[in-house]
Structure formats: C-alpha cells, structure tokens
C-alpha cells in the first residue's frame, strides 16, 4: 500500500510539475503551449529545450514534415507534451515513446514500421554526477530526432559545427554516424 501511494504522489508530482496528467499507458493531457523554437543556422536543424524557453512546436514540426526534406531535431530535457507531439504527428510506436519518457534504458536499437529507435550513451557535462548522457534518437530517411536529459558536449559541438556552415543538414547516415560516434 505504501508504494502504491509513493507511485501515486510521483505521477501527481510530474502532472504538477509539467501540466500533463499521467496515466498508464503513457497518455497527456495537454495544456497551451505555444513558444518558438530555437532555429539558428540551417533551417532543418531545430535545438529544443524546455529549461531555456524552446520548447518543441507543433506547427513548426508539422512544417519540417511537409517539407519532405531531411531534419535533425535535437530535444534537450524532452517533456510529456514533445512525446506527445512526436507520437501524433509522426506516429511513434508507444513503446518507444515510454523508454523515452523513462530514461535509464540499457543501450539498443529497435527496428519500427519507418524509423529505428536507439538507445546510446556519452559523456555529459562537467556538473553531470554521473557523467554520462543517455541520447534517445529517433531515425529514419526523413529525420534524425535526438532526446537527452543531460547536457550533451558533443552534440551541442556538432549542432555548432552545421550552423557555422550554415548549409542544410544532409547526409542523414552520417549524421547518425556523427552523433554516435561524438558521444
């Protein structure tokens, strides 16, 4: 019973904290959210993060799609309304969503209908105490979608690097390569 009710102050805790309510199943309940995001440098590479006021936009996502170009979308502390978003507009498998929502994952790759989900670790920040980042990506021909908690050296460095060029994130193999390898 005590743990029954730790788990229930838990979830009330997140759907406090995040204005989503969470039930099992991992289903939102959303409310507004409307800010822009962070698009310096090419246009098909976006840098979301909640903590500094960018967070992940709908219509924004729903622009890249339409596009029918490749993206990279890099989600640093992803929150319960960006798995949201991604699972309605790209049709992500729930159960790629519920590792994403639960970091701690052991390192992997799952094959789904039009993307492949990975699980890869790297070094973190210098105030992480554990000094490892977990990186959740999402790939397939048309994306590249990165989900971290921690700060993430090497993928801020290789964000840094496609902005400098200021040319269009191509070549989504390599970029894969390139962030994988970075960690």
Not at 64 to 89: K, N, Q, S, Y
Not at 104 to 120: E, S
């Amino acid at each position: 019973a005590s743990a029954c009710r730790q788990g229930l102050a838990a979830r009330e805790e997140i759907a406090s904290a995040t204005g989503f309510s969470l039930s099992p199943g991992l289903t939102f309940r959303p409310r507004s959210y409307h800010r822009r995001m962070l698009s310096e440098g090419p246009t098909n590479l976006l840098h979301c993060d909640e903590a500094h006021g960018l967070p992940l936009e709908r219509d924004r996502l729903r622009e890249l799609l339409a596009a029918d170009t490749f993206f990279w979308l890099d989600v640093h502390g992803p929150a319960a309304a960006d798995l949201e978003i991604l699972r309605e507009e790209l049709g992500f498998h729930p159960l790629s969503l519920e590792d994403s929502w639960r970091f701690g994952q052991r390192p992997k790759i799952d094959d789904y209908d039009g993307y492949v989900f990975l699980v890869v670790f790297g070094a973190s920040g210098d105030d992480d105490p554990d000094g490892l980042v977990e990186v959740h990506c999402f790939y397939s021909e048309r994306y590249l979608i990165t989900l971290h908690r921690d700060d993430a050296p090497s993928l801020t460095a290789l964000r840094e690097r496609y902005v400098k060029r200021d040319a269009p994130v191509d070549e989504p193999a390599r970029l894969l390569h390139g962030v994988v390898d970075g960690l």
